[in-house]
């Protein structure tokens, strides 16, 4: 998968929560003539912000992740988005699985995990 497409109620609040807590400020952001701003990760996964009106309805079962190189890194993680008053909704700490969940402004469920 290269991109993910996310409806929301506020781009640059988006913009700026995906920029400080999962990288997608690699390289410039771009607008499409459509409205739909484009965010890019450093491994170049392409993440669209369209903004929408009205409330954004998830199924309780939706959520995307983010794969971290190490335990530490989720854990650092977790330290960041809980001091920033980031809403943290599930941790598991296991030998060979360390996951994050928060969820977004806009309340998608971010998982942020290591596995070897």
């Known amino acids: 998968m290269d991109h993910l497409a996310l409806a929301v109620a506020d781009q640059e609040r988006s913009r700026r929560f995906y920029e400080k807590h999962f990288g997608f400020g690699a390289r410039p952001a771009r607008r ?14 392409a993440l669209a912000l369209g903004q ?3 409330e954004i309805t998830l199924p309780p079962f939706m959520h995307f992740g983010v794969g971290l190189a190490s335990p530490d890194q989720v854990r650092a993680l977790a330290q960041r988005l809980k001091a920033d008053g980031v809403e943290i909704v599930e941790r598991w700490e296991e030998p060979d699985y360390v996951s994050v969940k928060c969820r977004d402004p806009d309340g998608y469920v971010v998982e942020c995990s290591w596995e070897p």
Not at 32 to 45: A, R, S
Request: aromatic fraction near 18%; glycine fraction near 18%; hydrophobic fraction near 40%.
């Open 52 to 54: 929408v009106a009205g």
């Open 32 to 45: 499409y003539d459509d409205g739909i701003l484009m965010l890019y990760n450093e491994k170049g996964f």
